[in-house]
């Protein structure tokens, strides 16, 4: 037997390849900061900023441009907007919201326009909910403010909406407050199995989290797997139209589990440690970056991803185009 035959040349193993990855299966992680006038770097995430509105509006374009499947957009509110409650989240004229408005004005539904439904950005405490006095997460208290986010950004002209915060019973409420205020076409992202991650050092940057302690309370025990099942098939008889595992790489045996156990669309995020631990590597010339992006992407999809979010989404696309 020679298995190699199937491998002489790229010609043979594009046709055989078991796994196919385009532009049209990747999402792409936006920030958009309040105040700003123009792109802001963030150290820790090289090549990724937080944009001014203007800059979010001319990436958006860019993004439709390559291909890209579609955008989740986080918002960056000033720390003069942060409260306990999260006020700036379900305010109208909130960053989130604006910057919703702004990217759905300019790409219309030539892509898909995801928003994060959490209250982290929003909060000065910055945990996902709301506090009890001892500081722990009240989760029923958090639904009602997840409740109104999702009619704001629906409002706003969100496509899809994603719940982030792990609170239990979320996507029922979250679905119930959408439908009830008529927004039954808007679809909800779950991130079901959310784990409680390392990986997840940049991205604070990205967002100027003010968290105060962990969130270990809420989101999954990296030790457990199980556990992400019992989570997705909650999500999904709550009404989630797709549902997500985070990170992506560290987890591929979970999102494996779930692309099995499910018959929605299952997306993986690829998180700013992932990106940050890649690019820094690159950067000491210890692997190939290209080669090492689009194999990360790969590995996602092959374990049962059909969608990635990935801040390399633009730059792949172009890449797996040439």
Known sequence: MRPRRLRRNPAVRRLVAETRLSPADLVLPMFVREGATGPVAIPSMPGVVQHSRESLRKAAAEAVAAGVGG???FGVPAPSSKDAVGSCGTDPNGILQLGIRDVVSEVGDSTVVMSDLCLDEFTDHGHCGILRADGSVDN???LGRYAEMAVVQAEAGAHMVGPSGMMDGQIGVI????DAAGHVDTSVLAYSAKYASAFYGPFRDAVESTLEGDRK???????NARESLREVALDVAEGADLVMVKPALPYLDILRQVADAVDVPVAAYQVSGEYAMIEAAA???WIDRERTILETLTSARRAGARIVLTYWAV????LLQR
């Open 71 to 73: 955008i989740m957009l």
């Open 140 to 142: 029923d208290a958090t």
């Open 175 to 178: 679905r119930a407050a959408l």
């Open 217 to 223: 309370t809420y989101q999954q025990d990296p030790a």
């Open 283 to 285: 950067a000491n010339g």
């Open 315 to 318: 730059e792949a696309a172009g």
